[in-house]
């Protein structure tokens, strides 16, 4: 693969391009060696018989996550994972006095909102999703309801959803070798048609979001199968589900033992912490979780870091074509 070349590149080549000079410039070192992912298929097999639902994570997202906690007022949000940085710009709604104010995606509501995007994008191949029956199966499987009021789910999806989809990523990426970056919208428009008073009544017209060109290319061309069962058992969370998402995905590609450093961990999925072993004393409880729905996941914990040992993915890629949510097998 050629390093000589920069700039803008579609998401998903920037993502391997670069993880692909991280690799070969860290060839020195010891325990962050490991060869570039393979793209999984789109036919996943289920490797529990516990795992009755199939869906897709963006592969982005595996990598990189959105915020835990809400930025507020920030001009700009980032998150780091080796050589790559994710920078989130956040999108607007208005206020009670109808000025629009900058609003950022955060928690677990928008990480499963883009797992639904992707799973509907890899079964439908289309970029205008339908936001009806789809989705309500969807929020069934994850043991959530359509309920209105102000902390009601449908009120608080239909908030994340306007700050998701008017959110704009930017992906760098920069090695000795290397550099590049990849700028992305999740949507290129959405209309949305709900009444939090009557969640229960299908809208009078279908709501609708379309996804951009670059997020959909990286959803359907390299999606990551997870286990939406797995999914409602960590929604409590959106650490733990950023912990699986990242665990499935990475044991897809690692050949051999390896530490991540608690450091590395803690740009990558950090918080506000003021100490790293207050990082690690959350993660690591966090991870106790995650290993209850995905035993087969041989991690420990080192002095040094996470250690990381081959394991198969909670959903393997091949075998068993991906379901609709809700269809069950």
Same mark, same amino acid.
Request: aromatic share 8%.
């Given at each position: ?12 080549? =920037? ?7 991280? =690799? ?10 490991? +060869? ?16 009755? @639902? ?82 309500? #199966?969807? !929020? ?9 009021? +102000? ?12 700050? !998701? ?47 951009? @060109? ?6 359907? @061309?390299? +999606? ?5 069962? =797995?999914?409602? @058992?960590?929604?409590? #969370? ?25 450091? #590395? ?61 809700? =269809?069950?097998?």
């Amino acid at each position: 693969m050629d390093d000589e070349g920069a700039g803008q590149l579609p998401l998903g080549d =920037a993502l391997e391009r670069v993880k692909a000079a991280h =690799a070969r410039s860290a060839g020195r070192a010891i325990n962050h060696t490991h +060869p570039a992912p393979e793209s999984p298929s789109l036919a996943p097999e289920i490797v529990s018989a516990e795992v009755a @639902e199939v869906g897709y994570a963006a592969r982005l997202f595996a990598q990189l996550s959105l915020p835990y906690r809400d930025p507020g007022d920030a001009p700009e949000w980032r998150r780091r994972n080796g050589a790559l940085t994710l920078i989130v710009n956040p999108g607007y709604v208005p206020d009670p006095n109808g000025d629009p104010v900058r609003a950022y995606p955060f928690g677990v509501l928008p990480r499963l909102l883009v797992t639904w995007m992707a799973t509907e994008a890899v079964r439908t191949k289309e970029r205008t999703l339908v936001l009806g029956g789809s989705l309500n #199966s969807f !929020l069934r499987v994850l043991g959530l309801h359509r309920k209105g009021g +102000p902390r009601g789910d449908i009120s608080r999806l239909r908030d994340q959803m306007t700050r !998701l989809f008017g959110s704009r990523l930017v992906v760098l990426g920069m090695t000795e070798h290397f550099d590049a970056m990849a700028a992305v919208a999740m949507a290129d428009g959405y209309e949305l048609w709900w009444s939090p008073r009557r969640p229960a009544d299908e809208p009078l017209w279908q709501s609708t979001v379309t996804l951009s @060109e670059p997020f959909f290319r990286s959803v359907v @061309e390299a +999606p990551i199968p997870v286990d939406l069962a =797995a999914l409602a @058992e960590l929604r409590g #969370s959106a650490l733990r589900l950023d912990i699986y998402t990242w665990l499935t995905y990475r044991m897809s590609y690692l050949r051999k033992p390896t530490t991540v450093p608690w450091e #590395s961990l803690a740009f990558q999925f950090g918080g506000d912490y003021k100490q790293l072993r207050q990082f690690k004393a959350n993660f690591l409880r966090q991870l106790a979780a995650v290993r209850v729905v995905y035993p087969t996941a041989k991690v420990e914990p080192a002095s040094a870091g996470l250690v990381l040992r081959p394991s198969p993915t909670h959903v393997r890629a091949r075998g068993l074509k991906g379901g609709r949510p809700g =269809a069950g097998r």
